[in-house]
């Protein structure tokens, strides 16, 4: 992979959250083709592989990947083990343009206590948030039909540390954050957010002009209009 034009704390995050558990290999595999199915108006599926691997990524093959990896086995922590797949859009001469990983962590018997997990994470390495909104918005679409999460958000590590609370199940931050019925209805928003419904929950949006934390202060403060805390697990 050619090296990265963009600070890590400028780096584009997707990350979409659950709490199934014994999610088989086949239904990762399922979730995941069709993640890149939904996206392949923008990312053509092709173009994904594994980590120093011949592209081939539909359900079969997925699913054959996950069973060749190494299961995280922990029978003393049974929210440890579970399975781990990375795909990727890697540095060759037809993707020069665009260099992502898809990380997902699901298969676990237990939510694990500190690590919000299960989870799809989608990262953009070499392009900033403003540079790459529309296909950031695209992945979480994908996301949200794919994976059935409770919470998708779109961030950077710059936002994160905007953040002032600690525990790893609250509900994030991101330039733009959506968050499923489950976890409860957005009936006001501080001002200068826009709010709309998206599939089975609501799509929190920030103006792009506004800075890290703008963002963060008035997103807490949304989230503590509407008693918006943890996810649920």
Known sequence: MKEMSTPLHKLPVVAARWARTNETPEE???????FLNE?????????????????NVDANSIAN????TDRLDDMSSPELDGYRLTLGVYDTPSTTDLLTSLNINAGAAEIPRLIPSPSAMQTFYNSEWNGIKK??????TAMISAFDPIVVSFH???????????DS?????????WINDSVGPIKSFAPGLQVARLKNGT??????EWPAEKVAESLLETYSQNNIRDIPR
């Not at 950077?156 to 600690?166: G, H, I, K, Q, V």
Request: glycine residues 4%; contains cysteine; charged residues 25%.
């Open 28 to 34: 990762i595999a399922q979730m995941t083709a069709r």
């Open 169 to 177: 199940w609250a509900v994030p931050l991101g330039y733009y954050v």
């Open 156 to 166: 950077d590590a710059e936002l994160n540390l905007c953040d002032p609370r600690r």
């Open 203 to 208: 799509l929190i949006t920030v103006p792009d």
């Open 65 to 68: 990947y996950i069973k060749e």
């Open 39 to 55: 996206l392949s108006p923008e990312i053509d599926i092709s173009k994904w592989g594994k980590p120093n691997s011949v592209k």
């Open 135 to 140: 296909l950031g918005t695209c992945s979480m």
